[in-house]
């Protein structure tokens, strides 16, 4: 499954690093070309890799969760297209 998860940290003063490392440890393959933005592929639905996520933020930090399937578009450097393609079945 190819998930994308964004997010808004809100406090510069949290060490956010046990987040990205859960960003990581969860996923076989991720991409982080954007700076609020990784794609992942796991095994993981969106709501579970989700619950992985909360306890690494607070209550004033925002994070979604979706699956990507299908249709997508945007600006993205070739490399990002060819992994992304190659991941989405």
Known sequence: ????????HN???KDYTPFFE???????EWWHFMDS??????GHSANDFARLLFPHILQT???LVARLS????????KDAWDWLNGKLY
């Open 37 to 42: 933005t990784w794609i992942v592929t796991t």
């Open 22 to 28: 859960a960003i990581k440890s969860n996923s076989s």
């Open 11 to 13: 406090n510069p003063q």
């Open 61 to 63: 930090d925002y994070v």
């Open 70 to 77: 299908g249709e997508h578009q945007g600006w993205l450097p």
């Open 1 to 8: 499954m190819v998930l994308i998860i964004t997010f808004a």
